[in-house]
């Protein structure tokens, strides 16, 4: 089983649609999760962290985490063209741990 | 806003040649991290530092030095460049602790 594991996709959500990603975790001592977003030839950017369990919004974007039954979510609102872009989950186990890196999903906003 | 900057884009070596990529961040953090990415591979780390002078494998070091001589700098060195080792080159920073990383917008590595 795969430390870190996510649907590779592709996801195609029509604009204005809610986008749902999913990932999943397999140690459950894990504190920190993190989603990227990853445009085509660049690198990731930090859209989201999310610490504890329960929902945290930002904007259009919501991260959910469920520790105990090791997922995290990552809901995109209202989804734009302009969201179209590989979303990657990442995991910190605890401090001083290195970041463990999901495989990414590959999301795609019609318009 | 963080800011992670890398020596090159775009890189185009020779088999066998030594190679020195260079990050560097200017926010203070104490850890730096270099990933390579490949298609269908994922991101893959090669190493990590925690502090000056400190370094720490990851998953893929074989072929792969760094060097850590101040807080911002963080070099990533192919002693004998390979065609295998034609790749994205990745850099990142966080500060100490569980946190979030600022990558850099990497280098294309060609090894011919």
């Known amino acids: 089983q795969k430390e870190v594991e996510q649907n590779s996709g592709p996801l195609s959500v029509p604009e204005g649609a809610i986008a749902s990603l999913n990932c999943t975790y397999s140690?459950?001592?894990?504190?920190?999760f993190f989603w990227y977003r990853q445009y085509s030839g660049k690198s990731p950017e930090l859209i989201m962290s999310?610490?504890?369990?329960g929902d945290k919004e930002d904007g259009r974007f919501t991260a959910q985490l469920n520790k105990a039954s090791q997922y995290v979510s990552l809901l995109i609102r209202d989804s734009q063209p302009s969201d179209s872009a590989t979303y990657l989950c990442?995991?910190?186990?605890?401090?001083?741990?290195?970041?463990?890196f999901g495989p990414g999903t590959s999301l795609s906003v019609i318009p | 806003d963080v800011k992670v900057t890398q020596s090159s884009r775009y890189l185009v070596k020779r088999t066998g040649e030594k190679v020195f990529l260079e990050c560097v961040q200017d926010?203070?953090?104490?850890?730096m991290f270099w990933y390579r990415q490949d298609p269908g591979l994922g991101l893959r780390l090669i190493y990590f530092s925690y502090d000056v002078k400190m370094k720490e494998k990851g998953d893929i070091p074989e072929g792969y030095s760094v060097s850590r001589e101040k807080k911002e700098r963080f070099s990533l060195i192919l002693e004998s460049a390979s065609t295998n080792q034609t790749s994205m080159y990745l850099c990142?920073?966080?500060?100490?602790?569980?946190?979030?990383?600022?990558f850099g917008p990497g280098t294309r590595l060609t090894v011919t």
């Open positions: 140690d459950r001592v894990s504190q920190s």
């Open positions: 926010m203070d953090h104490e850890n």
């Open positions: 990442a995991v910190i186990k605890t401090s001083y741990d290195k970041v463990i």
């Open positions: 990142a920073s966080s500060l100490r602790g569980l946190r979030e990383q600022y």
């Open positions: 999310i610490y504890s369990n």
